[in-house]
């Protein structure tokens, strides 16, 4: 499924982290609140400086946004459009750069938007844009875009195994291994049982305080 017929997939590019959370949000956004999108420039800034579902925390200013705006509409992955009230907004390209459906864009975005996760963690967050009904409709999206080489395994085979996108530059990618590495010992110390019920209350605070991030864009959307 794509959702811009008619145009040539651009080759896929490693990104900055601020283009890597700009196209995160304008696909999460197009999915979760589609009222008000496509977005302009300062809902964008607030997408990507929200408090729930991102890691690391960014503190991105128009300046910032713009120039990431900028590199991925120079890679085909984001188009500018004139707005209502002639105020100038942006749409991803994600599905014809990256040749994703429904699925495969969800897991993609998460992944983008808050870096390296578990199966478990990717089904929890990604299910609130696209129904993703067990564990194994997870694996059968990660197969599919690992097939495309835009997703990798980080950790072996086992619980707790961890994945991320592949559009990192390589000095990041560096960094990133050796980050993991540091969690997984982290993780390795404490029992399942108490996992399990840590994972089910962040998912709970995710969800409550993503929707008050949503509706603070909203005003700050209205108040523009």
């Known amino acids: ?68 705006l900028d590199e991925l509409r120079g890679v085909g992955a ?6 209502s009230g002639r105020v100038t907004k942006y749409r ?10 429904n699925p495969q864009a969800a897991v993609l975005t998460e992944l983008l938007l808050r870096g390296p996760q578990t199966i478990g963690e990717i089904r929890t967050r990604a299910s609130r844009m696209c129904s993703l ?16 080489d835009l997703v990798e ?25 050796a980050r993991v590495e540091k969690q997984a010992a982290k993780s390795a110390a404490i029992p399942d049982t108490s996992k399990d019920v840590i994972d089910q209350l962040i998912a709970r605070l995710d969800a409550v305080t993503e929707r008050i991030d949503d509706l603070e864009a909203r005003l700050k959307e209205l108040e523009s």
């Open 1 to 68: 499924m794509s959702e811009n017929d008619g145009e040539d997939a651009k080759p896929v590019v490693p990104l900055s982290a601020s283009a890597r959370r700009v196209l995160g949000v304008l696909v999460e956004k197009a999915k979760t609140t589609p009222d008000n999108y496509p977005m302009s420039a300062a809902a964008i800034i607030s997408g990507c400086n929200q408090k729930s579902n991102r890691s690391p925390q960014m503190q991105l200013d128009e300046d910032d946004v713009l120039l990431a």
């Open 78 to 83: 984001a188009r500018e459009i004139q707005g």
């Open 92 to 101: 991803h390209a994600a599905y014809d750069w990256l040749d994703l459906d």
């Open 133 to 148: 009904p067990d564990l194994d409709s997870v694996k059968t999206v990660l197969k599919s875009l690992a097939d495309k």
């Open 153 to 177: 395994a980080l950790t072996p085979p086992g619980r707790g195994q961890t994945f991320a996108h592949k559009l990192y530059p390589p000095e990041e990618r560096q960094y990133l291994e």
